[in-house]
Nanobody, 115 residues
Framework: QVQLVESGGGLVQPGGSLRLSCQASGSIIGINAMGWYRQALGKQRELVARITMERTTKYADSVKGRFTISRDRTKNTVYLQMNSLSPDDTAVYYC?????????WGEGTLVTVSS
């Protein structure tokens, strides 16, 4: 089993920034990618950003140029730096880990962008 613990969510004004963190623990050997998904109220969960162990990244079109995903292998942690936030970014953000085709999820952290 892989455990994922997110942190860093909260309330931010439009145009502001937040950094989310996700630390993996447990049976982490074999994880080939980690990422962030989000789910806004009344909408389906969507991929925000993903990074492989080789540091190949993928972003949703809506966040390209504003969000940056990175990882610290020594800390088993993945980060999501979010800049130029807008109310459309308001959602619960979930950390995800992929291991041998199995997806593991964190409990989610709420990001609210509002003035």
């Amino acid at each position: 089993q892989v455990q994922l613990v997110e942190s860093g969510g909260g309330l931010v004004q439009p145009g502001g920034s937040l950094r989310l963190s996700c630390q993996a623990s447990g049976s982490i050997i074999g994880i080939n990618a980690m990422g962030w998904y989000r789910q806004a109220l009344g909408k389906q969960r969507e991929l925000v950003a993903r990074i492989t162990m080789e540091r190949t990244t993928k972003y949703a079109d809506s966040v390209k140029g504003r969000f940056t995903i990175s990882r610290d292998r020594t800390k088993n942690t993945v980060y999501l730096q979010m800049n130029s936030l807008s109310p459309d970014d308001t959602a619960v953000y979930y950390c995800n880990a992929e291991k041998y085709g199995v997806h593991y999820w964190g409990e989610g952290t709420l990001v609210t962008v509002s003035s």
